[in-house]
């Protein structure tokens, strides 16, 4: 996705460039479930309408307390309501790891030992830990088969809601991403703020690239980051991870093989909690990151990163964020990321072609127009390059995401009413997602400005968010 523009000479597509700041760390997870009355014994289902299981149905000392699909093992089959505020299955307990009290502390079978590590009480629909006072919690936001259990702060996210034996039914799985919107981390990164202030609840950071030694590197203060996503989720909402960005210093350049890149890809979800992953590689005037082998070097990692994820029980939501034009759809250069990709066996969910910047001189007043045709290109291309599938299923792994506003082309703006035609295309024809660059820019100012922290039109806060917050897929 781009960088928020800059006046500089001599550029097409001018951008700022990234800042350089350390690392990853996990965002927050919690539990909670309802109260029972009486000792009872059945299933506790949670986020996605999984139960909560042993790892392998063992009985052992220190087996996974995981999410899994729901198959009536004795496995999941859980005592609630013990005088001693103990949930047990298999004649032991549920136990936080070593009497841990710090988040991330992972959630275990253990001997019943009558300790606060093995206590735990009923709160607003979550499961408080006495000995830590968080909650149980499913790392990741996910509902994934194997997805583990930890505690966390208690917040208010369904990863942490659990119906407990003769409750109601378990809420939904919501974190499909419906309508997602780029953050310039580097311009503002409070996505709480952002949030609560009445922008969406679901954002795309960017970015995460790379720098030496093969380290994950983020484009703003790593530390502040992961606590603000923390202070989003406890609100019910969710972030995706995005790698790349306008003139990169892609994390691939940086590693010397593609199992390291796969690692350092893992250690950014794994930080902030999560199996969504954005890749938006684009060619810039320093770094191509669109050239071939650079492209190959990177699918060759996300195949290792997707089938190690899946060998844990987990799925790997992948996206391709991709620049098009109206005219030609995908260039040679972007399609041949999902060429290079099929050809490996790696999977994708999300095909997020950039509906901005085409510098054609014929889209910039009809930039909702331009992008629907754009749209529809890149669905022809994906039927020649995944032959066998309908036009619904093509339609429902494509994305979109303008860039809101004044373009860099000074021609482009992309109005409140190419806004709401876009949403109306993509209601009807169902696609994946939408999103835009960025919600930093979601306000007004005077027409034609360029800038990282507004629109360059008259709008009213949010305007663009409260238009796309409409789809639903």
């Not at 800059?6 to 550029?11: F, N, Y």
């Not at 093995?118 to 499913?138: E, F, I, P, Y």
């Not at 082998?293 to 996300?302: E, G």
């Amino acid at each position: 996705m781009r960088l928020p523009p800059v006046m500089r000479s001599g550029r097409h597509r001018s951008r700022l460039a990234l800042a350089a700041v350390t690392a990853v760390l996990a965002a927050t997870v919690g539990f909670t479930t309802p109260a029972a009355a009486a000792v009872t014994v059945g299933q506790i289902t949670g986020y996605g309408g999984k139960c909560v299981d042993l790892s392998g149905g063992s009985a052992a000392n220190g087996t996974a307390v995981q999410l899994w699909t729901c198959n009536g093992t004795s496995a999941q089959q859980w005592t609630v309501g013990n005088t001693d505020n103990s949930i047990r299955a298999l004649g032991k307990c549920m136990d936080v790891t070593a009497a841990g009290t710090a988040n991330g502390t992972k959630v275990q079978l253990y001997d019943c030992n009558a300790t606060n590590a093995q206590k735990w009480t009923v709160s607003g629909g979550r499961l408080v830990n006495t000995g830590s006072g968080r909650c149980l919690d499913a790392t990741g936001v996910s509902s994934a088969d194997g997805t583990r259990l930890q505690i966390w702060d208690c917040g208010t996210g369904a990863n942490q809601q659990w119906i407990l034996p003769g409750g109601t039914q378990p809420p939904p799985t919501t974190t499909t991403f419906p309508f997602a919107p780029y953050i310039a981390t580097f311009v503002g990164n409070n996505v709480a703020q952002f949030a609560a202030n009445g922008g969406p609840k679901f954002y795309t950071l960017g970015f995460v690239n790379g720098t030496g030694n093969c380290q994950p590197i983020w484009s703003t203060d790593d530390n502040q980051l992961r606590g603000y996503v923390a202070q989003l989720r406890a609100a019910g909402g969710d972030v995706i991870v995005s790698s790349g960005g306008w003139d990169a210093d892609d994390l691939v350049s940086h590693c010397s093989t593609a199992s390291a890149i796969a690692t350092a890809y893992q250690s950014v979800l794994t930080a902030y909690a999560t199996t969504y992953l954005d890749i938006d590689a684009e060619h810039g005037d320093v770094h191509n990151n669109l050239d071939p082998a650079v492209v190959d070097k990177r699918n060759d990692a996300l195949k290792i990163l997707q089938n190690n994820l899946s060998a844990a029980g987990k799925t790997l939501h992948l996206s391709f964020t991709l620049g098009v034009s109206p005219a030609g759809g995908l260039s040679g250069e972007n399609l041949y990321v999902l060429q290079s990709a099929v050809a490996r066996g790696l999977t994708f969910d999300v095909v997020n072609p950039m509906t901005m910047d085409y510098y054609d001189g014929v889209s910039g007043s009809q930039m909702g127009q331009a992008s629907i045709n754009a749209l529809k290109k890149v669905e022809g291309q994906l039927k020649t390059l995944l032959p066998g599938r309908t036009d619904a299923q093509l339609w429902a792994m494509i994305a979109a995401t303008p860039m809101i506003g004044q373009n860099d082309d000074p021609s482009e703006r992309f109005t409140l009413a190419d806004a709401q035609l876009l949403l109306t295309f993509a209601q009807q024809q169902h696609m994946a997602r939408l999103s835009f660059w960025a919600i930093n820019r979601d306000f007004g100012c005077a027409a034609g400005t360029l800038s990282g922290t507004c629109s360059g039109i008259s709008q009213a806060n949010y305007a663009f968010s409260n238009i796309f917050r409409q789809f639903t897929g």
